[in-house]
């Protein structure tokens, strides 16, 4: 998935940067995924005196609720020592691009994620140009120090569009590539994504499709999104006892 951040400091901007480009993207016909780093350390996205809360209470540690238009998963993890991509396993593979909101250690100096930093004075428009590689945009209400950068700079209220054009510009084509291979064989084997050559792609797929095209009342055309998820043995083992039970 092609990503994006938006970082900065507590209300520089960040939220309605990114309200900007779900707003504009989704328009332009994108699947986006967004994603927000919530600092504080006795967080929780759960209400207290809820059925969840309760589920929780009681010692569940992954807690589903579903709607009639939203299903949401709460899990009681550690995420101290998470990197992007443990994080970024929790998005469906089938958006085309995720915003990120924060996560600046972890996305500071990655060249492949570029960086629109929110900012409200001039010396955060300073270190942010020092810590942040690559900087798309700079984005908030002061624009001259970003111009002495060779930064743009864009006012998102004003000019919504242009932002949104920015990164439509940027993500394009890889958002384009990746639409293409999504027909191609994906195999995770314990939450990890393989890297495969196309030659392996298609020698799997096309073995894979030919066992499954003999079950019964399966109709195969050979262009289906084929994912293979292995799990441990040993987990594999342990569901098939309490299946048995």
């Keep these: 998935m092609s990503i994006i951040a938006v970082v900065g400091s507590k209300k520089s901007g960040k939220t309605t940067a990114i309200e900007t480009l779900v707003r504009g993207l989704a328009k332009r016909g994108y ?24 589920h929780a209470k009681a010692g569940a540690s992954n807690m589903i ?15 101290t020592q998470y990197g992007l991509s443990e994080i970024l396993r929790n998005v469906e593979e089938d958006m085309d691009i995720i915003i990120l909101e924060g ?47 060779n930064i743009q700079y864009i006012d998102v209220l004003m000019d919504p569009d242009r932002l949104v054009g920015l990164v439509d510009k940027n993500l394009a084509a890889s958002v384009e590539k990746r639409r293409k291979r999504r027909g191609d064989i ?11 050559k196309t030659f392996v792609q298609k020698f799997v797929r096309n073995t894979i499709l030919a066992m499954v095209s003999t079950l019964r009342d399966t109709k195969i055309k050979g262009d289906e999104d084929l994912f293979v998820t292995i799990r441990s043995a040993s987990r594999h083992q342990q569901d098939a006892g309490n299946a048995e039970e």
């Design 186 to 196: 994906r195999i995770r084997i314990d939450g990890q994504l393989l890297p495969l």
């Design 65 to 79: 609720s579903v709607a009639p238009n939203e299903i949401a998963t709460i899990k009681k993890v550690d995420t």
């Design 31 to 54: 699947r986006i995924a967004t994603v927000k780093h919530i600092p504080e350390v006795d967080f929780t996205i759960d209400t207290e005196g809820k059925d969840t809360w309760r």
């Design 103 to 149: 996560f600046r250690r972890l996305v500071e100096q990655s060249y492949a994620i570029p960086k629109i930093v929110a900012a409200k004075t001039t010396n955060e428009i300073l270190e942010a140009s020092k810590r942040f590689k690559p900087i798309l945009s700079f984005v908030g209400p002061i624009p001259t120090e970003a111009a002495k950068l």
